[in-house]
């Protein structure tokens, strides 16, 4: 678990991502893009994103993510903030 900018969470999820994202916005928001639908998670909001988004589009955003690290990278470079 880390405080990390929400950049950090898109750059690990290009394109078609398999895995799963939860975690807290702190402020700003972000908008995950689906086959068929948007979602915008705002700041204050506990957050689930399933398998199979296409993409997590970012503002400014700040937030705690809890999913899983990309293969080869250990948790804490995943969740590094990225300058």
């Given amino acids: ?5 929400a950049r950090t969470l898109a750059q690990r ?3 078609h991502c ?3 994202h939860w975690g807290y916005v702190i402020r ?3 908008r995950v893009a689906y086959p ?3 979602e915008v998670i705002s700041a204050g909001d506990a957050y689930y994103v399933a398998p199979g988004h296409l993409a997590i589009h970012l ?7 809890f999913g899983p690290a990309t293969r080869g990278t250990s ?7 990225t300058p």
């Fill in 75 to 81: 948790p804490s470079e995943a969740n590094r903030p």
């Fill in 59 to 65: 503002g400014d955003a700040e937030l705690i993510d």
């Fill in 13 to 15: 999820c290009r394109g």
């Fill in 36 to 38: 068929d639908h948007e």
């Fill in 1 to 5: 678990m880390s405080v990390s900018g």
């Fill in 18 to 20: 398999g895995k799963p």
């Fill in 28 to 30: 700003g928001a972000l």
